[in-house]
Every structure is written in structure tokens, then in C-alpha cells.
């Protein structure tokens, strides 16, 4: 199955295994091999495909109890519409996992057409515990648009001694940081665009022609380093919410407590343009947040909104937070919800959190707490040992009765809150804390697991569809949808978390045109 596991983790067409440059090479370095044909490496992918899933099914069932899932959508070049599922778990020894469980044919991007086929994709697994569900939803491109003008443009760069070796990058309609990797290396040419005007006569008659955009000016460029400077912070962000190595739900209050100030403060600038935008965005930031913590009933109204009654702010972004040790429950984090949502709904917000943060315990406690039964004792066992067991079980049953039987499992979730919190410092490992602690915290290491792998992004799912573009190309359009999902699955089980990009580094192609390569 080596060879099959090759074609599957390279991403490589089945015919791969009758080119005759391979067959010739092989038949030189390895003269024993014998290659496959082309229908034997098909079936022993799917053979491939079998055995790793029989492998994960088992360690899911041994290493994991609850799973928190991610889905998105996703067109083909075929124009079949294929639904993307992946699951996200800690194991016992506390590493974070994330493995695509499905990768199938959807009716449409509806919340029921996903719904259903979620269903049918967990069942199909035997996942009965899922915790949460995470679901999604012009001068420049002249330039780029031919070589000659490229070539132009980059002596008109050095003309104007430009001091960067970025890559000028065309902006994604639906992503923000193409937005931002667009601008930022853009007005680093603006000297060169300014000079290039004189170069290329068809710059300016294309760019200023019916229905053009127009050939940039000084008012544009001050615009295009405001944007910047603005989409830099959800940049950032982005790159932070987005790994899928280290966990990231603990660290999303803070993200949005930092946007929301942000957004606060172009609420307040001076500059109409930042003004504005901040606003707007301050808008969609409250509806997305939940209506109840945001806006008035009476601002929606006024732009003809309908109320979508009591809808709450996800209270497992608190709950992530809380079971941080460097930051629990503290009057950080209360003072935060304060500033963000004001005093009095603040306090509502506050006490939900608390309560329903200990509610979540206790369910956890009813599941996990280690159990209460006196065991008989045995003829080995001294009297004195006896008299201890016999008196204990008295004592542990007038203290059900009266209601305290409680009081010892309580006092974990208690000393945790109590305890000062650790040092909020660079490079803090919040898996190994609390693995090192498991023992001093069982049932809150329960809960802190689960709540540790919820991903606060659809960006792993969205991952596969790179590589479902690359395996479902032009020349492999007629691979039937069963085939695609095994192939794509058996690629993500396969390479596992240390996988190599082969997605374009703008940066080494840099370096390459200038022969600094480094072999």
C-alpha cells in the first residue's frame, strides 16, 4: 500500500503509476519493484483509504469523547457542490487533533441542506457527542495581467528606488486579508504606479475608459494607506484565529473585546473615511455578537431591520476564557464585559456567565466525579480499618442527606477560581498546564478539554478545499464523488499536523529572481 499512500499524499493522478519516466527510474533505483497498473493503484487507494479509517474510528473511540465540529461549502470546477467536515478533539494526553471526517456531495449551501447531511456524516462515524458546531459563512490587475507590463512596471519601480521586494497581490472579493496584502503592497509602489503612468500609454486610456476605475491619484493613495493601516488589525487576527495546531478558543474574547475598541475608536476619528467605516462595521460587529448586548430594539428599526428576539452572545467564548489559568473568571475579564457592554447589561451578562459556567461544571460533575460507594470491607483488612470505613459511610450519608455531600467535588471548581492566577507570559503552553494539573482537577480537566478544542474558525475545513482543487482539476474532472471524498480524507489522515505547503511563497520568489535562493 506504500505506493498507493504516495499517489494519495502527493496529491498524484492514478496514472501516475504508468508514466514512463517513473517506470524507467524505478526500474533503475528499485528493478525488483513492480509497478501497479493504473486500476491496481485505484483500488489500493481505496484499500489505503479503509485501513486509515478503521484506525481513526478506533482511536476516537479510545481517546476521545466529545468532538466539536467545523463544515463549509464548497464549489468545484465540475460545478458540483461538495460539503466539507471536520472534527476537532483532545486526546487523553492532552494534543490537539483536527482529521476531515467527510467530504461529500451537497444539495446546496441552506442551513438544512447542511444540517441533514451533517447528520447523516456523524452518523455514519458513530459521533453521538458533539460539544459545539462552527459553520461559515483594478490598477493592480492591469499591471498583472501581462508580462511585458510587469517587466515595465518593475523597472519604473527601480526608477523610483522603491524600497521593497513585495509581490503586488489582486484582491479576493470575500476575504479581507487579500484585501489588506493588496493595499499594503501597493502603496509601497506608489512612486512607481506615478511613473508608470508615462511609460505604458494604455494604463491610463484602459483605467480612465468607460466603466474604469480611473488611474490612481494623491487622494487615492491616502485612502489606500488608511485601509491599510485599518485591515493590518484583522490581518493579524486572521492569522491568529486561523492556526490549527495550538488551540484558539481561549484567546477569542480577547480578539473581539480588542475589535470592538478598535472599532470605537474610528467611531471617533476625525477622518470621515475612518469615521464612516468604523461605524458600519461597528453595526455588523453588534449583529453578529447577538442584538441583546449590542443595540437598542430601536436602532434596528430604524433601518428596518426585524427584531430576531433574545439572542444571546455565545456564552462558550466565556466559558474558553474561564478555564484559562491566566485569566479564569478575574476582574480582567468582568471589567472587560463591562467596558463592552456597559454596566447594567454588563452585570446581567456577568452573572449569565457565572451561573451558567457553573451549571456546565456540574454536569460535567454529575458524569465524571469519581464515584461515592463504600466498597465491603474484606477479611485481610485490619479491625481498626474497619471501624474507619464504617464510620466514614455514616458520616458521607448524613451529609447527602442534609444536602453536603456535594461540598468536596464543589471545592475543585472553588480552589481553581482561588488560586492566583499564572503569569500571563510568552510562549505559555495552556495544554501542558493543564495535563501537569489533570490530577489536581479531574472534572474541570474534562470540561477544560472539550471547551480547548472548539475552533473558533471554518479555516480547517476550508484548507481541504485547496487540495480538493488540486485533486479535482481539469484533467481529473470525471473522479466520481465517492472517490474524491476518499481521496481527500485518506490525504489529510495520512500526512497528519507536519504537512509541507505547496501552495505559491510570494517571499522565496523573490528571492529567487534575485539568486538568493538558498539551496
Known amino acids: 500500500l506504500s505506493f498507493a499512500e504516495m499517489l494519495i499524499e502527493d496529491e498524484q493522478p492514478f496514472v501516475a503509476s504508468e508514466r514512463p519516466g517513473l517506470r524507467k527510474f524505478l526500474a533503475k533505483a528499485c528493478p525488483r519493484f513492480v509497478m501497479p497498473s493504473r486500476r491496481t493503484a485505484t483500488r489500493k487507494c481505496v484499500a489505503v483509504y479503509d485501513v486509515h479509517k478503521e484506525k481513526l474510528q478506533k482511536f476516537l473511540k479510545e481517546h476521545c469523547e466529545r468532538v466539536s465540529i467545523t463544515t463549509d461549502t464548497w464549489t468545484a470546477n465540475t460545478k458540483q457542490n461538495y460539503m466539507c467536515v471536520t472534527a476537532h478533539f483532545i486526546d487523553k494526553n492532552w494534543n490537539l487533533h483536527k482529521k476531515i471526517i467527510g467530504f461529500f456531495p451537497s444539495k446546496g449551501h441552506g442551513g438544512e441542506d447542511i444540517g441533514k447531511s451533517l447528520e447523516n456524516c456523524l452518523a455514519a462515524w458513530g459521533i453521538d457527542k458533539v460539544f459545539t458546531i462552527t459553520v461559515d459563512n483594478a490598477a493592480v490587475k492591469f499591471i498583472k495581467t501581462g508580462t511585458s507590463r510587469l517587466v515595465n512596471f518593475k523597472k519604473c519601480a527601480e526608477l523610483a528606488k522603491v524600497q521593497t521586494k513585495a509581490f503586488l497581490n489582486?484582491?479576493?472579493?470575500?476575504?479581507?486579508?487579500?484585501?489588506?496584502?493588496?493595499?499594503?503592497?501597493?502603496?509601497?509602489?506608489?512612486?512607481?504606479?506615478?511613473?508608470?503612468?508615462?511609460?505604458?500609454?494604455?494604463?491610463?486610456?484602459?483605467?480612465?475608459?468607460?466603466?474604469?476605475?480611473?488611474?490612481?491619484?494623491?487622494?487615492?493613495?491616502?485612502?489606500?494607506?488608511?485601509?491599510?493601516?485599518?485591515?493590518?488589525?484583522?490581518?493579524?487576527?486572521?492569522?491568529?484565529?486561523?492556526?490549527?495546531?495550538?488551540?484558539?478558543?481561549?484567546?477569542?474574547?480577547?480578539?473581539?473585546?480588542?475589535?470592538?475598541?478598535?472599532?470605537?475608536?474610528?467611531c471617533h476619528s476625525e477622518d470621515r473615511l475612518c469615521q464612516e467605516m468604523g461605524k458600519r462595521m461597528l453595526v455588523k460587529y453588534y449583529k453578529y455578537f447577538g442584538e441583546k448586548y449590542g443595540e437598542k430594539r430601536s436602532d434596528r428599526e430604524k433601518r428596518g431591520e426585524k427584531d430576531k428576539g433574545d439572542q444571546l452572545l455565545n456564552l462558550v467564548i466565556f466559558f474558553c476564557v474561564a478555564v484559562d489559568p491566566r485569566y479564569k473568571l478575574s476582574n480582567y475579564i468582568k471589567m472587560a464585559t463591562m467596558v463592552m457592554f456597559g454596566d447594567e447589561i454588563g452585570d446581567k451578562l456577568w452573572e449569565t456567565v457565572n451561573s451558567?459556567?457553573?451549571?456546565?461544571?456540574?454536569?460535567?460533575?454529575?458524569?465524571?466525579?469519581?464515584?461515592?460507594?463504600?466498597?465491603?470491607?474484606?477479611?485481610?483488612?485490619?479491625?481498626?480499618s474497619k471501624s474507619k470505613s464504617l464510620m466514614r459511610s455514616i458520616i458521607d450519608r448524613q451529609m447527602s442527606n442534609n444536602g453536603g455531600g456535594n461540598v468536596t467535588v464543589k471545592s475543585e471548581l472553588e480552589k481553581?477560581?482561588?488560586?492566583?492566577?499564572?503569569?500571563?507570559?510568552?510562549?505559555?503552553?495552556?495544554?501542558?498546564?493543564?495535563?501537569?494539573?489533570?490530577?489536581?482537577?479531574?472534572?474541570?480537566?474534562?470540561?477544560?478539554?472539550?471547551?480547548?478544542?472548539?475552533?473558533?474558525?471554518?479555516?480547517?475545513?476550508?484548507?481541504?478545499?485547496?487540495?480538493?482543487?488540486?485533486?479535482?482539476?481539469?484533467?481529473?474532472?470525471?473522479?466520481?464523488?465517492?472517490?474524491?471524498?476518499?481521496?481527500?480524507?485518506?490525504?489529510?489522515?495520512?500526512?497528519?499536523p507536519e504537512y509541507i505547503s505547496v501552495e505559491e511563497n510570494t517571499e522565496e520568489l523573490a528571492k529567487l529572481e534575485e539568486g538568493k535562493s538558498v539551496l
Open 170 to 266: 489582486l484582491d479576493v472579493c470575500t476575504r479581507w486579508n487579500s484585501t489588506y496584502l493588496m493595499l499594503n503592497a501597493a502603496q509601497k509602489y506608489e512612486k512607481a504606479f506615478q511613473r508608470y503612468n508615462d511609460e505604458d500609454p494604455y494604463y491610463v486610456l484602459e483605467l480612465e475608459g468607460e466603466g474604469g476605475p480611473g488611474v490612481p491619484v494623491k487622494s487615492d493613495w491616502d485612502k489606500v494607506r488608511k485601509m491599510s493601516d485599518f485591515l493590518e488589525h484583522f490581518y493579524e487576527l486572521t492569522l491568529r484565529v486561523s492556526v490549527t495546531k495550538h488551540p484558539t478558543s481561549h484567546t477569542f474574547f480577547h480578539e473581539i473585546a480588542d475589535v470592538l475598541v478598535l472599532l470605537r475608536n474610528w
Open 416 to 496: 481553581f477560581f482561588s488560586e492566583d492566577n499564572e503569569e500571563d507570559k510568552k510562549g505559555f503552553d495552556i495544554l501542558k498546564w493543564w495535563k501537569d494539573n489533570e490530577n489536581r482537577f479531574p472534572v474541570l480537566s474534562r470540561m477544560a478539554r472539550d471547551l480547548l478544542a472548539v475552533p473558533i474558525s471554518t479555516v480547517a475545513s476550508e484548507s481541504a478545499f485547496s487540495s480538493g482543487g488540486r485533486i479535482l482539476d481539469d484533467f481529473r474532472s470525471s473522479l466520481t464523488p465517492t472517490m474524491v471524498e476518499h481521496l481527500i480524507c485518506a490525504n489529510d489522515w495520512i500526512r497528519g
Open 356 to 384: 451558567s459556567f457553573r451549571s456546565l461544571f456540574e454536569e460535567y460533575r454529575n458524569m465524571y466525579a469519581p464515584s461515592e460507594k463504600v466498597q465491603p470491607p474484606t477479611d485481610s483488612q485490619e479491625p481498626a
